[in-house]
């Protein structure tokens, strides 16, 4: 059950230190990334055309998107080659007793 905007999307254990894991929260698509043992949540939609960042590689703090190669940086978001110039959303995360919380929305956050 969700409280405060956050939601359980993963056990710690199903996410592979080099392999972005693809999640769903209600019509949000998020990527869950590994840089050295912190997990963030990134959109996982490109931000350039239509692609999933999940099918990207991730090599070190950046994601590369699968279809035109644009970098992303995971903990900010941020572009940072081209293609793409609009930087990601990105999602707290956190994790109690193994389970992987992201935060949609924050307290007051008039989105739904
Ligand atoms: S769709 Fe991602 S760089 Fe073009």
Redesign the pocket.
Known sequence: MATDGWHKVASEIDVDPDEPLRVRVDDAQIALCSVDGTLYAIDNI?T????ELSDGFIEGDCIE?P????LFHIPTGKAMSP??DEDLTTYPVKVENGDVFVQLHAPGDARK
């Not at 350039?48 to 692609?51: G, K, P, S, T, V």
């Open positions: 490109c350039h055309e239509y692609a998107c279809l035109h190669q644009a293609p793409a």
